[in-house]
């Protein structure tokens, strides 16, 4: 169980909080986890290219006293300049390194081909970012492993904090929906490392032996017109696909949902990854499907917590499925399970517990 969060370890300490993506998720969740743990939390978040913003985010930074600098997920190029600012006054710079480029960009979306004059840049700025920082924050020991490797960084300077979800948005409440279907939600940006070209081919299948099931894939983005086009090709229909929808509406989506399912590409970054949805399905108290990958095990037990599966396998992804809805009480089980492992490791009390260690420490508090 996570200490509870009126230890505040870090009271009295103002922590910056510079980004470009003001409304992503993990920059969401890391704030509000620091906030519990006891920190003000100045954040300056300003989604303009690098050289637009920064002449906003060095008058922060030269304006007031710190304690801390976290630059958040995605602000690699702000790394260097933070350390230039604060060096003299020997502020802590700690960097969110839960995406690496060259893993998103080369790797998981294939948009920049390996060897490239633009690869080799990408892979330069996951570098000089982790080692320009004091300490680096990722979401899984297997990336970590993977980030050592590609950067040289000692595994001293590394912390690994959970994605974890947000519960003061997700959280468990009544299935409303009484249709007699037995829903399966998928919600992405339809990168290649989610695998959904798995979930349309074990919809496929289940569709020809089951009515009572449907799916709901949710999103858009990368892959998503190649996927409904296999969709049609495959015949598979018991599915149905739907734009994306705003972040405050999925709470209710999930909760609608009879399953929840997380990613099950077969790509590397897809087996160092559990991605936000698989949280979200915990926090809601709804059973989650996602493929059995090393960060899976990291935090997660088959049969326990959720169902694990072969990554890249519609087979035995559809045979899950089925089992999960024959099996109600089992079922059932699994969820609740999973949502106590939730609270105990991936809420914001939870997160605010690591967090609040991890710039303790750093801080030497």
Same mark, same amino acid.
Do not use: N
């Given at each position: ?62 304006? =007031?006293?710190? *304690?801390? @600098? !976290? /630059?958040? &997920?995605?602000? #690699? ?5 933070? %350390?230039?600012? $604060? ?43 982790? =080692?320009?920082? *004091?300490? @680096? !924050? /990722?979401? &899984?020991?297997? #990336? ?5 490797? %590609?950067?040289? $960084? ?55 032996? #089951? ?155």
């Amino acid at each position: 169980m996570p200490e509870p969060h009126d230890a505040r370890p870090l009271a009295g300490t103002r922590i910056a909080h510079l980004g470009r993506q003001p409304r992503y998720t993990r920059d969401r969740i890391v704030a509000k986890a620091l906030e519990r743990a006891g920190a003000e939390v100045i954040t300056v978040a300003d989604p303009r290219r690098f050289p637009q913003r920064w002449p906003r985010f060095a008058r922060v930074i030269g304006g =007031r006293r710190f *304690d801390a @600098v !976290l /630059v958040s &997920t995605l602000s #690699h190029a702000d790394v260097p300049l933070t %350390r230039m600012l $604060v060096s003299a006054r020997h502020t802590p710079v700690v960097f969110d390194a839960s995406i690496a480029l060259y893993e998103s960009m080369v790797e998981s979306r294939g948009t920049t081909h390996p060897g490239s004059l633009g690869a080799r840049r990408l892979a330069l700025q996951d570098r000089l970012a982790c =080692r320009l920082a *004091d300490h @680096v !924050l /990722v979401d &899984t020991a297997t #990336h970590q492993s993977y980030l050592q490797g %590609r950067t040289g $960084v000692p595994s001293s300077r590394f912390s690994r904090v959970w994605l974890g979800a947000d519960d003061e948005v997700m959280s468990p409440r009544p299935q409303v929906r009484a249709d007699g279907q037995f829903r399966v939600l998928f919600y992405a940006t339809y990168s290649p490392l989610h695998g959904a070209e798995h979930i349309v081919a074990a919809a496929a299948e289940i569709s020809r032996s #089951h009515d009572d099931i449907e799916f709901l894939l949710v999103g858009s983005g990368h892959t998503d017109r190649a996927i409904r086009k296999l969709a049609e090709d495959r015949k598979a229909t018991k599915l149905r696909f739907s734009g994306r929808v705003p972040y405050a509406q999925l709470p209710d989506l999930i909760a609608s949902s009879d399953v929840c399912l997380g990613v099950f590409g077969s790509i590397a970054p897809a087996a160092r990854v559990i991605p936000f949805k698989v949280y979200d399905g915990l926090a809601m108290a709804r059973p989650v499907v996602t493929a059995d990958t090393p960060a899976a095990r990291e935090a997660l037990v088959d049969r326990v917590h959720c169902r694990l599966c072969p990554a890249a396998d519609p087979a035995a992804l559809a045979e899950v499925l089925i089992e999960l809805k024959r099996d109600t009480e089992e079922t059932r089980a699994i969820a609740e399970r999973g949502h106590q492992l939730f609270r105990d490791r991936f809420s914001l009390d939870a997160l605010s517990v690591d967090l609040g260690r991890t710039f303790a420490t750093l801080l030497h508090r």
